[in-house]
């Protein structure tokens, strides 16, 4: 079965940094590798909005509120994506998710809390 782990999510205070990680599992290296993968994230009554993607070629783009300060990255030999979080702010509270573009896998969610 194909699953998309997630971990590395907390409470932190304004200002500092935490990564996220999602690790495929049940999944060949070659169909992750393949993939563009994306961040969500859904905050507490609103929508899930997207954050990140890197392609399978490793280029990436961001939402503008958090260019300049997330950072994704891919390690396909581990099967896994990063998402580094640098400056967090409170508005960066929200349930985070990872998701696999071309096979639509979603990862089971992680807690992300920012206290100012």
């Known amino acids: 079965q194909v699953r998309l782990v997630q971990s590395g999510g907390g409470l932190m205070q304004a200002g500092e940094s935490l990564t996220l990680f999602c690790v495929g599992t049940?999944?060949?290296?070659?169909?992750?590798?393949?993939?563009?993968m994306d961040w969500y994230r859904q905050a507490p009554g609103k929508q899930r909005e997207w954050v990140a993607s890197?392609?399978?070629?490793?280029?990436?783009n961001y939402a503008d509120s958090v260019k300049g300060r997330f950072t994704i990255s891919r390690d396909n030999a581990k099967r896994t994506v990063y998402l580094e979080m640098n400056s967090l702010e409170a508005e960066d509270t929200a349930l985070y998710y990872c998701?696999?573009?071309?096979?639509?896998?979603w990862g089971q969610g992680a807690q992300v809390t920012v206290s100012s």
């Open positions: 049940g999944i060949a290296s070659g169909i992750f590798s393949s993939s563009a």
């Open positions: 998701h696999s573009v071309d096979n639509d896998y």
């Open positions: 890197i392609a399978s070629s490793g280029n990436t």
